[in-house]
């Protein structure tokens, strides 16, 4: 059964910096594009940060360019999202999923930054921001 497993979330006071990972078992990220969803109650999940494993083009929402880094580590079938300088508007569930790579399609494209486009879903972990 194929598994994405988030984990690193915690509790950081605002300035710090959190390192999150997403692992996957029985699959593999090749011909996948892997992104980074964030969500607050109420409200519905947005893109943060995605990852072609192709080529590893990167893409990274406005509220986080310069704060985020999207990495990824294939012989591990993990990709990371490193969160610097952190702030309360940071605090929610982080997901990651995983996509079939599309022909064309560029990995900021508002296809993949569409939660229900993704194949393979994270639980998610928590963020949680304090002033």
């Known amino acids: 059964e194929v598994q994405l497993v988030e984990s690193g979330g915690g509790l950081v006071q605002a300035g710090g910096s959190l390192r999150l990972s997403c692992a996957a078992s029985e699959f593999t990220f090749h011909g996948y594009v892997i992104g980074w969803f964030r969500q607050v109650p109420g409200k519905g999940r947005e893109a943060v940060s995605i990852?072609?494993?192709?080529?590893?083009?990167?893409y990274y929402a406005d509220f986080v360019k310069g704060r985020f880094t999207i990495s990824s580590d294939n012989a591990k079938n993990t990709v990371y999202l490193q969160m610097n300088s952190l702030n309360p508007e940071d605090t929610a569930e982080y997901y990651c999923?995983?996509?079939?790579?599309?022909?064309?399609?560029?990995?900021?494209?508002?296809?993949?930054?569409?939660?229900?486009?993704?194949?393979?879903r994270g639980q998610g972990t928590q963020v949680t921001v304090s002033s």
């Open positions: 999923a995983a996509a079939e790579r599309v022909n064309g399609l560029s990995v900021g494209c508002s296809w993949y930054g569409t939660w229900n486009h993704y194949d393979y």
């Open positions: 990852i072609m494993s192709s080529d590893s083009s990167t």
